[in-house]
C-alpha cells in the first residue's frame, strides 16, 4: 500500500496533455490521493479551462500539437504570476526545458514518467512553496495593515500627549512670582513628552506663602497624571484653610503625611519624592518638610552654599508614614535652590559625594539662579535627558 505524502490542503490541478493514457494514469493516482483533476489534451484546450476554473497548480507537457507547453507557461505566467506550472519534456528537450524555467516553470519532469509518485512530490513541493508564498503576501498585508493602526494609535497619542503637555504646563506657576521680599523661578525640563516632576508656590494668607517641589516615580503619562492628582490635593488643602475649616497647610509634616495617605489608598502604583514648605513674611522663618527627596534643598547665604537637614519617607509609598518638621532663618539676600533627582544623572562626576560637592559649587558660582543651572548643563537644548530635571529658585532681596 503506498503512502501519500502529507500535503498542507487539497488542491485543483489541471493536466495539460496530448497523450491519453498518461493523463488518466495521473488522474487516477491524484484524485486516489485527495486532489482534484481537470484534463486537457492540448495547450488551447488547457488555457481555456485555466481561464474559467483557475485551478491551484498546471501540469503540462512541452511537446504538444495545436498549442504547445511554452506558449501555455507564458499565457499563463503573464496572466498569474503566482500560478505553480510543473513541466513534463521528452528525454532530448532540454532547451526546452531551459526555456520553459527562463519563463517562470516552478519544477520540470522528463518522460517517459515511469513513477507517478515522483511527479506527486513535484507537485507537493511546488504546493507547499505556493502556500509559503501566499501565506507571506498575507502576513505582508497584515502587517501593513498593522502599521496603519499602529502609526494611526501613535498619532492619537501624540495628540493626547500635547494635550496632556497643555495642561500640565498649564498647572505649573508663572515665572516670577513674588510674594513680599521673596521671588520665585522655576525650570522643568522633561526625559520625555510629560513630566513626573511638578512644582508649585502660592499665596496662603497676607504673612505666608507655601512651596513644593515632587518628583512621581516613574516617567511619563501616567507620572504626570499624578502630577495633576498632587495640584489638586494641595489645592483641596489651600481651600480648606481659607475656609477656615483646616490650618494642614501651615504645616509641611502633617501636608505630607495626608497626601500619603491619598496616594497610597488611591492604589495607582506610584509614590513621590517631594519636599514642602511654607514662609513667614513677617518672621522670615522657613518650615519645611521633606518625604524622601533627593537632594535635600541647597541654601546660598553670604556666599556659602549647603544642604539644609532633613530626611524622611517617600510620599504614598506607606499608608501612615509620619514626617518631621524643620525650620531654618532666612537671611537677607539669601538663595534657596531645590532640585529633583534627575539633576545628579547629568553631573559628570561618578559618585555621589562628588556630584554633591559640585552641586554646591555650581550653586555658589551662579549665585542661586535657575539661568545659570540651564546655561551650564545645556538644558534649554538637552534631549534625551535620563530622567525628568526640575530646579526651583526662591530669592530673598532680589
Known amino acids: 500500500m503506498r503512502t501519500m505524502m502529507q500535503l498542507p490542503l487539497t488542491a485543483n490541478i489541471l493536466v495539460i496533455d496530448d497523450d491519453p493514457i498518461l493523463r488518466k494514469s495521473i488522474k487516477d493516482y491524484f484524485e486516489d490521493s485527495g486532489f482534484t483533476v481537470i484534463e486537457a489534451e492540448n495547450g488551447q484546450v488547457?488555457?481555456?479551462?485555466?481561464?474559467?476554473?483557475?485551478?491551484?497548480?498546471?501540469?503540462?507537457?512541452?511537446?504538444?500539437?495545436?498549442?504547445?507547453?511554452?506558449?501555455?507557461?507564458?499565457?499563463?505566467?503573464?496572466?498569474?504570476?503566482?500560478?505553480?506550472?510543473?513541466?513534463?519534456?521528452?528525454?532530448?528537450?532540454?532547451?526546452?526545458?531551459?526555456?520553459?524555467?527562463?519563463?517562470?516553470?516552478?519544477?520540470?519532469?522528463?518522460?517517459p514518467i515511469v513513477q507517478i509518485p515522483v511527479l506527486e512530490h513535484a507537485v507537493?513541493?511546488?504546493?507547499?512553496?505556493?502556500?509559503?508564498?501566499?501565506?507571506?503576501?498575507?502576513?505582508?498585508?497584515?502587517?501593513?495593515?498593522?502599521?496603519?493602526?499602529?502609526?494611526?494609535?501613535?498619532?492619537?497619542l501624540e495628540e493626547d500627549q500635547e494635550a496632556g503637555r497643555s495642561?500640565?504646563?498649564?498647572?505649573?506657576?508663572?515665572?516670577?512670582?513674588?510674594?513680599?521680599?521673596?521671588?520665585?523661578?522655576?525650570?522643568?525640563?522633561?526625559?520625555?513628552?510629560?513630566?513626573?516632576?511638578?512644582?508649585?508656590?502660592?499665596?496662603i494668607s497676607d504673612k505666608k506663602f507655601g512651596f513644593y517641589i515632587a518628583d512621581v516615580s516613574g516617567h511619563g503619562s501616567s507620572s504626570a497624571f499624578v502630577t495633576v492628582?498632587?495640584?489638586?490635593?494641595?489645592?483641596?488643602?489651600?481651600?480648606?484653610?481659607?475656609?477656615?475649616?483646616?490650618?494642614?497647610?501651615?504645616?509641611?509634616?502633617?501636608?505630607?503625611?495626608?497626601?500619603?495617605?491619598?496616594?497610597?489608598?488611591?492604589?495607582?502604583?506610584?509614590?513621590?519624592?517631594?519636599?514642602?514648605?511654607?514662609?513667614?513674611?513677617?518672621?522670615?522663618?522657613?518650615?519645611?518638610?521633606?518625604?524622601?527627596?533627593?537632594?535635600?534643598?541647597?541654601l546660598l547665604e553670604n556666599g556659602k552654599a549647603r544642604f539644609l537637614e532633613g530626611k524622611g519617607f517617600p510620599v504614598g509609598i506607606m499608608k501612615n508614614a509620619m514626617y518631621q518638621r524643620y525650620t531654618t532663618h532666612l537671611n537677607a539676600d539669601m538663595r534657596l535652590l531645590l532640585f529633583s533627582d534627575g539633576i545628579a544623572e547629568i553631573l559628570p562626576e561618578k559618585d555621589m559625594e562628588a556630584k554633591e560637592a559640585l552641586l554646591l559649587s555650581m550653586v555658589t558660582e551662579g549665585k542661586g539662579s535657575v539661568a545659570h543651572f540651564i546655561e551650564q548643563l545645556g538644558l534649554e537644548n538637552k534631549k534625551n535627558l535620563p530622567d525628568d530635571v526640575t530646579i526651583l529658585s526662591l530669592v530673598k532681596g532680589a
Open 46 to 111: 488547457g488555457l481555456e479551462i485555466f481561464k474559467n476554473q483557475k485551478p491551484d497548480l498546471i501540469v503540462t507537457d512541452l511537446q504538444m500539437p495545436v498549442l504547445g507547453g511554452l506558449e501555455v507557461l507564458s499565457a499563463v505566467t503573464k496572466a498569474s504570476p503566482e500560478t505553480p506550472i510543473v513541466v513534463i519534456s521528452e528525454a532530448g528537450g532540454l532547451n526546452d526545458v531551459i526555456k520553459a524555467l527562463r519563463i517562470g516553470a516552478w519544477d520540470y519532469l522528463t518522460k
Open 124 to 156: 507537493c513541493r511546488a504546493l507547499e512553496r505556493s502556500r509559503l508564498i501566499e501565506e507571506n503576501r498575507i502576513y505582508k498585508r497584515e502587517l501593513e495593515l498593522a502599521n496603519q493602526a499602529l502609526k494611526k494609535s501613535l498619532d492619537i
Open 167 to 203: 495642561v500640565q504646563m498649564k498647572l505649573l506657576p508663572e515665572q516670577g512670582v513674588i510674594f513680599g521680599e521673596y521671588q520665585f523661578t522655576h525650570n522643568v525640563a522633561p526625559s520625555l513628552y510629560l513630566s513626573g516632576d511638578f512644582v508649585d508656590y502660592f499665596k
Open 229 to 298: 492628582l498632587l495640584k489638586s490635593a494641595m489645592g483641596q488643602i489651600l481651600t480648606r484653610y481659607k475656609a477656615g475649616q483646616d490650618e494642614t497647610i501651615l504645616e509641611p509634616d502633617k501636608v505630607l503625611a495626608k497626601l500619603g495617605l491619598e496616594i497610597h489608598s488611591a492604589k495607582l502604583g506610584k509614590y513621590l519624592t517631594m519636599v514642602c514648605g511654607v514662609v513667614d513674611l513677617e518672621s522670615h522663618e522657613l518650615t519645611y518638610s521633606i518625604g524622601g527627596h533627593y537632594p535635600n534643598p541647597v
